[in-house]
C-alpha cells in the first residue's frame, strides 16, 4: 500500500500514521500482534514508513494480544502496558489506540486511561478498529480525539461551544 492510498487501508493505520507525525507522543497500540506488524510492515514493505517521511520510532509500544487476553479480556494486560510504557519511553503525551479485538471483546479501556491520568499521568484513548472505517477516518478520529481529550478535558474553563477549524494533510500526502 503506497501512502498516496491510505484510503484503502484501515482506521489503525490512519490514526497511527497521524499520531506517528506528532513530536513527543507516544502510540500505545492495544491490539493483536498482527495490527502492529500490519501497520509497520504496510509502508515499510515499500522502502516507506508510517507518516510517509519516517517512522520516528521503530520500536511500538504494544499489548500483542493472545487468545488468553481475548477469552479472559486484555485490560489487566493494557495497566502493565502503559506503566511498562510510561517508564521507559520518554513522551509529553501518551495515546492508547485500539484495534479489533479489544473493540469486539469489550475491553473498558477508558477505565485504565482514567486510572492512569488519575495518577497524573498525561494519558489518552482512540478508538480506531479496522472495521470502522478506511486510514483516512482513522485519521480524523485520531484528530478529534486529540482535540476533545487534549484540549477540551484539560481545559475546562473552555467554552463548551468553543469549536475551531482545522486544516492540515494527512501525514505522507504532501504532493510538495
Known amino acids: 500500500m503506497r501512502s498516496d492510498h491510505d484510503r484503502n487501508g484501515c482506521a489503525l493505520h490512519g490514526a497511527l500514521r497521524l499520531l506517528d507525525s506528532i513530536e513527543s507522543l507516544v502510540p500505545i497500540l492495544h491490539a ?32 500483542l494480544l493472545q487468545e488468553k487476553q481475548v477469552v479472559f479480556g486484555g485490560t ?35 477505565a485504565m486511561v482514567k486510572e492512569a491520568r488519575e495518577q497524573s499521568f498525561p494519558v489518552i484513548s482512540l478508538s480506531a478498529p479496522g472495521f470502522s472505517g478506511n486510514a483516512w477516518w482513522g485519521h480524523a478520529e485520531a484528530a478529534k480525539a486529540l482535540v476533545s481529550q487534549l484540549v477540551v478535558q484539560d481545559n475546562p474553563q473552555l467554552n463548551a461551544d468553543l469549536t475551531a477549524n482545522l486544516f492540515g494533510l494527512v501525514p505522507g500526502q504532501d504532493a510538495t
Do not use: F
Open 32 to 63: 493483536s500482534a498482527g495490527c502492529g506488524l500490519g501497520a509497520w510492515a504496510s509502508e515499510d514493505s515499500l522502502g516507506l514508513t508510517l507518516g510517509g517521511s519516517g517512522l520516528r520510532h521503530r520500536e511500538l509500544s504494544a499489548t
Open 76 to 110: 489487566s494486560r493494557l495497566r502493565e502496558q502503559i506503566k511498562n510504557t510510561l517508564k521507559v519511553v520518554n513522551g509529553d503525551v501518551y495515546a492508547v489506540v485500539t484495534g479489533c479485538v479489544p473493540e469486539v471483546i469489550g475491553d473498558d479501556v477508558l
